[in-house]
């Protein structure tokens, strides 16, 4: 799903929580790190993809709406899908 | 009613290592660092897991310490990573029948390789809802998000447990913030939500999750906080002054280690550190620690350009993301 491709410079991560004046953020390699909030674009949430583009000396952050929103599409549909057909009412195990 | 015994540990080691004994509620708050991860035992031995934690190396080394078996069902209270990180292993390797959730997915890689895991187990979805689920004979109640939660946040949207054996109650909300508990406060009657015996901490001691509104309906005997080295100051001063004034025992899995409470038939339980004997509540903050520990060849910067914008100038030899690349001048401080 992320994807980074190293000779652009261009790279996505993932807010996956906001805990104050910190986001922690998923990077393309799976894990995750606390970021300050102030360091990412203004407005950014919970959910959110950021597309960093890195050329040459300048670095760019801007949320992308369009990835996120696909992103999320897909996996609503994934988990959706895993929910459906599950029993009704109280269930014994 | 009040048939309660507290053991406060100094059996600590002998038997938090054992798998959970038969005949007895087994609840075990893990040690998973920063992160919730809960495993319920029933009598029988029917296990349930509670969130997972934020790494699955260390979920998987949790379930072999406690030679778990069999896991009949997992739930995720919420999409976040520190949450869900380590269900991914105990879905691969136990294949339970139930992954309960919020219905909500989280965008993360985390999250799908989760998904991804219960799908191939073949592990049937359950969307969160009003409902029991009878682990053997411990009755384990589903709180659903209340109406009016923004489905954007995965937090509001914490799934609840209130899990009951005899005359024994324990409670834990996820990452629930005010706006969820106060929620459950007007669809659930107080007789319902308190007095609870066991009470797992909202989001670690975060300062916008336990509130005096609800406190004072759950009536917690005992408070068991799911937290470990974090930036974020959990738990927070607030938290353990409020857990202080409902008179609650204190327990953190950062400095207690694993939590172990068994109950017995009827409902009389014990409780169990893995370390220490609990906390008393303090009245001064914890530092938040340094930076969350990580695999060091995990990350990659591109530039030193991408170095500051991570706020990590400079990167010092040895540090997550340095490379000789980045060290032009080779003194072992990258981006100066």
Redesign the interface.
Known sequence: ??EKR?EL?I?YV?I??I??H?A?V??P????????LA?LPKGV?????IR?D?Q????E?EIDHQE?DR??AL??R??????????E????? | MRRVLVLAALLGGMTVAQPAPAGVLTIRFLDVGQGDAVLITAPEG?S?LYDGG?SEKRMTELLGQYSVKSL??VAASHG???HITGLTPAVQEFKP???L?N???????????L??A??TAG?????ASD??????SVKVTILPPPPGMPK????LNSVGLLIEYGTFRALMTGDSETAETAGWLKKYPASKLGPINVYKSIHHG?RNGDNPAWLKAVRPSNVVIGVGPN???HPTSEALALYKSVGASIYRTDLNGTVTVTVQPGGKYALVTEKGTGTVPQTRPTPPAP??A??PS??TY?????V????KAPLLAGQPGYSRKLDRDGDGRACE
């Open positions: 799903m992320t190293g410079g790279s993932t996956d929580g805990e104050g910190l922690r998923e990077l390699d799976g894990t995750t790190e606390d970021w300050q360091s949430r919970e959910g959110d993809v960093i890195v040459g000396g300048d670095v952050m996120t992103r999320h996996g609503q994934q988990l959706d899908q895993l929910n459906a057909q599950a029993p009412g109280d269930l014994d195990l | 029917q349930l934020r009949a069902i976040d990573a520190d029948k139930f992954f959730n219905g909500i997915a989280a965008n993360t890689q985390t999250f799908s390789k998904t991804a219960v799908g592990t049937q979805g359950l969307l409902r029991v689920i009878n682990l053997g954007t946040d995965q937090n975060a930036n974020y100051g930076s969350p990580r695999p995990s990350v591109p530039s030193c350009a991408a500051r914008a991570a706020g």
